[in-house]
């Protein structure tokens, strides 16, 4: 038998009607998934609650590098451009 081409599978998927080409999307999606060790993404929120003071001044600080880079920047010239 010889082995199917990505060119073939694309043909057939767009002769399936919409709800078979979400299923194949689904089982395309979990089959990586798998297949990569099934390393699912992890939701980031949170993880960095209490990591940090709760005084820190975000808005000053970043208005100091802020200020500076252009400072540095007006002195030594436009680095491009």
């Not at 038998?1 to 979990?30: C, G, N, Y």
């Amino acid at each position: 038998m010889d082995q199917v081409t990505l060119e073939q599978v694309k043909a057939f998927a767009r002769q399936l009607r919409v709800d078979d080409r979400i299923s194949l999307l689904r089982w395309l999606a979990e089959h990586v998934r798998v297949r990569a060790g099934g390393r699912v993404p992890k939701s980031l929120r949170g993880v960095f609650k209490g990591e940090f003071p709760e005084n820190v001044e975000l808005d000053r600080f970043l208005h100091e590098v802020r200020t500076e880079w252009e400072k540095e920047r007006t002195e030594g010239g436009e680095l491009f451009g």
